[in-house]
């Protein structure tokens, strides 16, 4: 599905002298888990909010070709989770869910579904104040979906989750994509989006660099990657066949080792595997992807 719910259209803020948006624009497509990634305080939380009309700045931004304030039911149309649960501290899980649906106007029921739903039943009768940070991230986003709204922003979910819970979040939002919500999730760790995202937007100096599939994404990371190897110096003319044969670039760097751009470690193993050229070392300088994002953020690249 690749339907535009959401455009967000040059979105402009500063505060004091610091110009933090500086023409945001992106589109959440329906059905797509979109990746919102940026360093610390590159303005991916200011971006939402504004998006959301929490926060004003110049720019617009329209849910299903119109701006929220124009829905009749706006939390029908986006549901959003900051940092976690928002509310009395005092108050306990499932009653503050009630709350929040009978604000929202759906039926209680509705609040103890997802409260099922996130694997919180447990922790129904917990005060807000004894949440963990992941638990507290899982109430948040029971919250944002109580009038099953079409699209879905949360900010940094991921935060405080262990791996476990991550993929949990991972399968979650999936599953709530596949209804054709538009989910739009931000995060500074790439690798963590790396499992979650669909999509990907990448904000750098108050503007969207780079909007792309996770997959030419990372496909374009292993691009840039750089493989050294070790190997037999009698094998040097078989690896330079090997390259030719399969486009990648080999420069030798001393009789037995060379550095290879243009494909990754795990299939340059694999094809010399299959030739029989044993390999003393194979190492990829790919550092990180977070690495990779500065990268990103620095060239201000943009993939077709
Ligand atoms: N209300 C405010 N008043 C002044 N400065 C603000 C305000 N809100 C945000 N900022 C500044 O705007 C910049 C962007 O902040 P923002 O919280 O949007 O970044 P972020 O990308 O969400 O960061 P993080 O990943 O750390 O959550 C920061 O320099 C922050 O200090």
């Known amino acids: 599905m690749t339907d535009v719910a959401v455009q967000v259209r040059e979105l402009r803020r500063a505060f004091g002298r610091k110009q933090v948006l500086d023409g945001v624009s992106m589109d959440l497509r329906a059905g797509c888990v979109t990746g919102f990634v940026g360093s610390n305080g590159s303005g991916k939380t200011t971006t939402l909010r504004a998006m959301l009309g ?3 700045a110049e720019g617009r931004t329209l849910f299903f070709g119109r701006p ?13 989770a900051f940092a976690g649960v928002a509310g009395h501290p005092k108050h306990r899980v499932r009653h503050h869910l009630h709350m929040v649906a009978a604000g929202a ?17 447990e922790a129904a009768d917990i005060r807000l104040s004894a949440l963990s940070l992941g638990m507290s991230q899982r109430i948040g986003i ?15 979910p991921a935060n405080g989750l262990d791996p476990h819970a991550i993929r949990w979040l991972r399968d979650f939002l999936r599953t709530i994509a596949d209804t054709g919500t538009a ?4 995060s500074h760790l790439l690798a963590e989006m790396q499992q979650m995202a ?6 750098s100096q108050g503007r969207v660099v780079a909007e792309a599939a996770m997959s030419d994404l990372l496909a374009y990371a292993d691009r840039q990657s750089v493989v050294q190897i ?15 044969r399969h486009g990648f670039e080999l420069r030798r760097t001393g009789p037995d080792t060379a550095d290879i751009t243009g494909i990754n470690r795990e299939k340059l193993a694999r094809l010399c595997l299959d030739l029989r050229v044993p390999l003393f070392q194979l190492s990829e300088d790919r550092s990180s992807l977070e690495d990779f994002y500065l990268t990103i ?5 943009k993939i077709a």
């Open 54 to 56: 929490l926060l004003p």
């Open 68 to 80: 929220l304030a124009a829905w009749r039911a706006p939390s029908r149309i986006v549901g959003a």
């Open 105 to 121: 106007g759906v039926p209680t029921r509705r609040a103890d579904e997802l409260l099922e739903q996130v694997g919180m039943r």
């Open 142 to 156: 029971a919250q944002a979906l109580v009038a099953a709204p079409r699209v879905l922003i949360l900010d940094e």
């Open 183 to 186: 989910v739009l999730l931000s």
């Open 198 to 203: 669909d999509r990907v937007a990448v904000l």
């Open 230 to 244: 070790q190997f037999a110096p009698d094998d040097a003319p078989a690896l330079t066949g090997l390259s030719r």
């Open 297 to 301: 953020a620095h060239e201000e690249f």
